[in-house]
């Protein structure tokens, strides 16, 4: 819609507002002149909608005040919160759909207290409504945020079956208090009611480990010469098990019990080395070749960090119980090694009201050393306590005098900072942009942008200890170009996700990026929304529905990405647990060669990814990303470079399917996918 037609729909909205409050002018329920009949939406089951973040009201706002838009008050409506959706089955007699949409000014008000309480005000509240029509969008609102007029939809709706009514998320779901006001459907037949929405029930494809050992996790690994070593053989089987690693270069050892590599190698060099996994069920051999050298992170970091679910929630309890968990549900043994811990965990230059304790000022002690807030008591014990268990550990910063959330940063404190973090034991670094905006101009050029970046570089590289370097500045100034200049070993594409399919969708546009991705050198569009997310002390359930999952899972893998959880690790569901234990489909994302998938096919909601495989084959995604109905799609082997006949494999099965000749297809769900291996027959 044109900006002049929203104009002139907010100027009328507010004639027709109250016109529609007039009890006689459209008796709900009640005949029309015209022998229609109207139903407010708000007579309709509305437990039946679906919110990604709570239940939809009636006839109040998502946090249960009176229906307000611009200063307006509504007296019938819907309050929802992006992503929502509200099914209407009509039996095709229905003729008009009528509502006055936007964001409730009850975030103005949440927003005005988070300033005051933490001197910054959270972004949000900016969503999308659209009116869809048996598939079709009919309507569709502009970008709305809490002081955009409201807009008005008044659809011509005959001949509809299935009415959706759709609220999406635009920059991310936080304060996303939408409304429906004045929502109301005027019908000849049948009366409009609300369906329950097909929600994709959880569904376990990767098959259970069987009890043979089974080595999983990366064939190379990367380490400075002289640095601590620290790699753990991983392997599925039945326990106990025993490790060994033949040809072994000097000064490092493994341990057989644990399986954990340590010690240090002094010279450069590749070192090809046999691992061997043994339990009374079987022996397994495979080659792992260590690379002694200028480069670290030579496949994608797979770990755990604490943002997505705890964010400033955080507390040293719930890091180490990340970690054991990552012991105890097995999913060391698929290959997981990281223990990140993000924003939150120092103190403040200034009190801002914020509820936890003891957390500042001062923010670094006289000798300028970090200090840790309340919720962390002894850092160095933290990161012993994950290397014990053989797992690695991160923590975060970012070069501003603050972090995004106000907590001390490392302004001129860089090389202080990184010895410190040295010294604790980490083993990578997530360094922040945010707070930095305050010392660069509002537009920083590329020489601007990079310098904080690499100021820390050349101070990790001056602490004895390998430190995967995260960069985070959310692609400013496409940073895939420069963030292997600057010295990063993965860099953010893109800004925060959250568990919704238009920010998860975001993995679709990577394409371009690939070919800056390589082993040590990884772009990273964001962090995992799978299992149980928050961003506080309460958790829910991922907003992607099953289907996106497998989506989610497998574009990550494609992409190269770096696999960071963000649910909790000791609350993980059996799906979840499935999602992260294919080996598989992991060995995607963990291959050698480190080529990140290039898309081969973009149409009408179909597309297909392909990612070359150390060992001949190619990795294939064909992903429905269309909204409504499931689609075939058709890969030609002669787009990956094959010919004739090719074995494929299913991998989220682990199932060989069979020798296709010239072109292989498959049915997929809505939002759902079918990763495949092809290999020449
Ligand atoms: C930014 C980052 C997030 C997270 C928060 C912490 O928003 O992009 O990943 O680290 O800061 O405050």
Redesign the pocket.
Known sequence: MTRKILLIASVLSTIVVIASCQPAASPAGGNTAAGLKTIWLDQLDVSKALSGTGPTKANKSFDGNSITLAGEKYEHGLGTHSPSQFILALDGNAKRFYAVVGVDEEVRILQQQRQQQQGFRRRGGTVEFKVVGDGKVLWHSSVMRVRSDPNIADVNIVGVKQLRLIVSEVENNYNDHADWAMAKIEYAGKKPYAVEPVVVKPYILTPKPGPKPRITGPAIFGVRPGNPFLFTVTATGSRPMSFAAKGLPDGLSIDSATGQITGSVKNKGNYTVVLIAKNDRGIAQRNFRIVVGGTIALTPPMGWNS?NCW??AVDDLKVSESAKAMVDTGLINHGWSYINI???WMRMEQQRGDPDPNIGPPARDPNGNLILNAKFIDMKALVDYIHSLGLKAGI?IGPGPT???GYVASWQHELQDAKQFAEWGFDYL?Y?W?GYSSIVKEEPNLEEMKRPYILMRKALDQVPRDIVYSI?Q?GMGDVWKWGEEVGGNCW?TT??ITDTWPSMARGFQQAPLAPYAKPGHWNDP??MVLGKVGWGPDLRDSGLTADEQYTHMSLWCLLCSPLLLGCPLDKLDEFTLSLLTNDEVLEVNQDALGQQASRIVQEDGREIWAKQMEDGSTAVGLFNTDDYSKQRITLNFADIGFEGKCLVRDLWRQKNLGAFTGKFTAEIPVHGVVLIKVTKF
Request: glycine share 4%; hydrophobic share 15%.
């Open positions: 943002w964010a400033c993000d924003d939150c975060y972090t995004c959330q997530k922040d945010c985070c959310y953010r800004g925060d964001d962090m």
